[in-house]
Structures are given as structure tokens and as C-alpha cells.
Antibody, heavy 119, light 107 residues
């Protein structure tokens, strides 16, 4: 069965970086895009970007320009999202989610990773 | 960026009610719209893609319609497990923005 298993919760200080992993299983990792979506406490969903695991090409929201890096390791079917220059308003649950084709939605989601930014 | 608005932001309904949620896009997105359901503390669940196509396994009481800039999600007969927050997402152009959500609560 399809599973996306994310790394555990993190507590970071302002200005630090965090790297969240998302290990995929149950399907061909390189055949699906991987998206990253975050949700601040009590707020809605915010799309951060996506990576094509087949070739590593990424697209991300301009809001995160210069701060977000999305990578993947196809040998272990794992996607990564690194966010640098953390601020208190980056405190959120970060989700990975797969997408089969452009225009389709994200059909499987990870369990979420809580990142808390606090001094 | 394409902005999505949802109405209402909140609705109170009873089991068995017919519920309609509207999602409007700031510019045309053809039919590149998805709907999700989210319950507290859980990841979103994928309901509908291409504006009107039900994802496999989603109950047939859910339906979607629309194209261009106006879309609707309808639940024909609300069930206890349907009380949740619903989000639309456009997949027409980057960034793939989400609507602000509609919370469906028990009357």
C-alpha cells in the first residue's frame, strides 16, 4: 500500500534551518510528483512547491524564494524539503503529498511534521 | 498568483442536509481544480479532481462542478463523518494555491 512517512517533529531557533524528509513506499517513486504543503496552527493550507523525483526539477511559491530547497534521493525513495532562515511564522505542520500528473490533485499525504520555531 | 475564495467560510448544518460550497478563482483555471476534506489533526483527504471527477473510494454523495472561475462542491446528504473543513486548490498555474477553507459544523 502507498505510504508517505515523514520525519519527526523539530524545534528550531529563529534563523536556523530545518530539513524534513518524506519516505515513499508502495509505488514507483519517480513516477509521481511530490508536493510540500504547510499549515500554521489554526490556519489553512499553504502550497510551498513540488519536485519531480524523476529529474529533480522543482517549482516553488515565490514567497519561499531563496529559503526553500527541495531535493530527492531516488535510491531510497525519499524527498526532502529544507527551509532556511526560520522565523516564528514558519511554525507549522509540513506535509508531503504525491501527485500523479499535472492537473490531478494530491492523492496521498504524509502524516505531517510539526516544526516549531521559538527562541 | 491566482487567488481562490470560498464561501461560506463556515456553515452549520444537520445530518441529511444538502450542502454546497463555492470556490471562485481570480482568473480562469479551466477545470484544474481539486477539493480536499480535512479533519482536525489529520492530513487532507483528496475528494475530487478536474473539478468534477470523484476520486476512487469517495462516496457518491460528494460531487463537484464548474469551470473557468466558479466551482462548487456539493454533499447531497450530509453524514456525521462529513463534518470537517473543505479546501479547494487550483492546479492550473504556479503557485498551486488553496482556498481559505470552509468549515462544516454540526447544527
Amino acid at each position: 500500500q502507498v505510504q508517505l512517512v515523514q520525519s519527526g517533529a523539530e524545534v528550531k531557533k529563529p534563523g536556523a534551518s530545518v530539513k524534513v524528509s518524506c519516505k515513499a513506499s508502495g509505488y514507483t517513486f519517480t513516477a509521481y510528483y511530490m508536493h510540500w504543503v504547510r499549515q500554521a496552527p489554526g490556519q489553512g493550507l499553504e502550497w510551498m512547491g513540488r519536485i519531480n523525483p524523476n529529474n529533480g526539477v522543482t517549482n516553488h511559491a515565490q514567497k519561499f524564494q531563496g529559503r526553500v530547497t527541495m531535493t530527492r534521493d531516488t535510491s531510497i525513495s525519499t524527498a526532502y524539503m529544507e527551509l532556511s532562515g526560520l522565523r516564528s511564522d514558519d511554525t507549522a505542520v509540513y506535509y508531503c503529498a504525491r501527485q500523479e500528473w499535472s492537473g490531478y490533485g494530491c492523492d496521498f499525504w504524509g502524516q505531517g511534521t510539526l516544526v516549531t520555531v521559538s527562541s | 498568483d491566482i487567488q481562490l475564495t470560498q464561501s461560506p467560510s463556515f456553515l452549520s448544518a444537520s445530518v441529511g442536509d444538502r450542502v454546497t460550497i463555492t470556490c471562485r478563482a481570480s482568473q480562469g483555471i479551466s477545470s484544474y481544480l481539486a477539493w480536499y476534506q480535512q479533519k482536525p489533526g489529520k492530513a487532507p483527504k483528496f475528494l475530487i479532481y478536474a473539478a468534477s471527477t470523484l476520486q476512487s473510494g469517495v462516496p457518491s454523495r460528494f460531487s463537484g462542478s464548474g469551470s473557468g472561475t466558479e466551482f462548487t462542491l456539493t454533499i447531497s446528504s450530509l453524514q456525521p463523518e462529513d463534518f470537517a473543513t473543505y479546501y479547494c486548490q487550483q492546479l492550473n498555474s504556479y503557485p498551486f494555491t488553496f482556498g481559505p477553507g470552509t468549515k462544516v459544523d454540526i447544527k
